[in-house]
């Protein structure tokens, strides 16, 4: 097991510039999680980090040791990608065994190596068959074997359950996230989707534009996003972004014209008049039975909708102030017909300011 470390890591691919500065301490079996949008150089970071692709600039540490020179074979960590390439030839226990055998380990080394995997992963019953003869999900489990017998500082996995169907995706991940927990090991994640980086992760990293826009628990990133990138890619539905315009010292003025007042230790750092955007997510927007007059730092609205969406448990009621639409999530199974009015109703508290210009946050 080891630490992980990104000092200010750079990657060009000819001109393009696909990394621009990254830095980042992952400490000794911590579940990390790389996300962002496709093509931002998630797989970029951990190929490095495999010595599958040279840095262009900067130092990374596994441990206290700085690998960038060190051939990747000799970087003791395991990769498990979304195509499993398990060899079609071998059985289940040859494909586990296959890199202990490259590493010069025995026959009886290999041996008790993949039982002790394969009783983590609870594939004992399958050592024996070849990759054709196993589901989807089986073939993931054996990829993950693969990757346990080596027993390496660090896991990457790279997007390994988007070959699956969404249940199983669903089931694997759990699976996943108990097994790191149980063998300890160090390890980084990349994927596109929210939803397995805010449930796998110790930590998420959030990737943009070429660098780190913020390393942080799941909680620290839902519920302080440092920008605004950060607050619209987590969460679904996505957090509702309403411009407004800072009128006087500490007044907001809404898109309908409504003001409202703001504590000024809020908006310290934004210039008179700047645009804001304010950032409220759909489950701190309730509706409310009867139009009333605010009390301070509560907005109210009535809203026509577009939508309601009946998930069961919750409903999804989409409908729009001017030309935002705003969506709001109301626990139960309600009952909205399209083109009735809502009154909504929400708590500044709960909203996150939001410069325009730069989609810092502001403080
Ligand atoms: N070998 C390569 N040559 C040129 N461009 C590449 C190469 N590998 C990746 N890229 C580019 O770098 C960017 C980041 O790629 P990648 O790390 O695969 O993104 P992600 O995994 O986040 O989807 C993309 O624009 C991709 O086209
Ligand atoms: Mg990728």
Redesign the pocket.
């Known amino acids: 097991m080891a630490s992980v470390r990104y000092e200010n890591i750079t990657k060009s ?2 001109e ?1 510039s ?1 990394i621009k500065g990254v830095d980042l301490e992952i400490k000794d079996g911590e579940f990390v999680v790389f996300v ?10 951990l ?1 490095m980090l495999a010595g599958l692709e040279d840095a262009s600039g900067g130092d990374l540490y596994i441990g206290e040791n700085k690998v960038n020179d060190v051939p990747a074979k000799n970087r003791n960590i395991a990769m498990v990608f979304q195509n499993y390439a398990l060899y079609p030839h071998m059985t289940v226990a040859e494909n586990m065994g296959f890199g202990l055998k490259l590493r010069g380990k025995t026959k009886a080394e290999r041996e008790k190596a993949v039982k002790k995997a394969a009783g983590i992963l609870g594939i004992e019953d399958l050592l024996d068959r070849q990759p054709r003869a196993l589901s989807g999900g089986q073939r993931q489990r054996v990829a993950m074997g693969r990757a346990i017998v080596r027993n390496p500082d660090v896991f990457l996995m ?1 997007e390994p359950l988007s070959n699956l169907d969404a249940k199983l995706r669903t089931q694997m991940r759990v699976e996943i996230r108990k097994l790191q927990h149980r063998v300890g090991t160090t390890t980084i994640y ?1 994927t ?1 989707d929210q939803v397995e980086a805010m449930t796998l992760a110790d930590r998420i990293a959030v ?1 943009d534009g070429g660098y780190v826009q913020q390393f942080g628990t799941p909680n620290e990133l839902y519920h302080n996003p440092a920008n605004k990138f950060v607050a619209g890619f987590l969460g679904s539905p996505a957090i509702n972004f309403i411009r407004c315009k800072l009128t006087g010292k500490d007044q907001l003025q809404l898109p309908d014209g409504q003001t409202i007042s703001i504590p000024a230790e809020r908006i310290k750092t934004a210039a008179d008049g700047e645009d804001i955007e304010i950032g409220i997510r759909p489950e701190y927007i309730d509706v409310i039975e009867k139009l009333q007059k605010p009390e301070s730092g509560t907005v109210i609205w009535q809203a026509p909708v577009s939508l309601a969406e009946s998930l069961g448990s919750e409903t999804l009621v989409y409908t729009h102030i001017g030309d935002h639409n705003i969506t709001v999530k109301v626990t139960g199974n309600k009952n909205y017909s399209e083109d009735q009015n809502v009154i909504l109703s929400f708590n500044i508290d709960r909203a996150h300011l939001f410069s325009t210009r730069d989609g810092r946050l502001l403080s």
Do not use: A, E, I
């Open positions: 691919f000819g393009v696909v962002g949008p496709s093509g931002c150089g998630k797989s970029t970071l190929r790279d990349v596109h990737l």
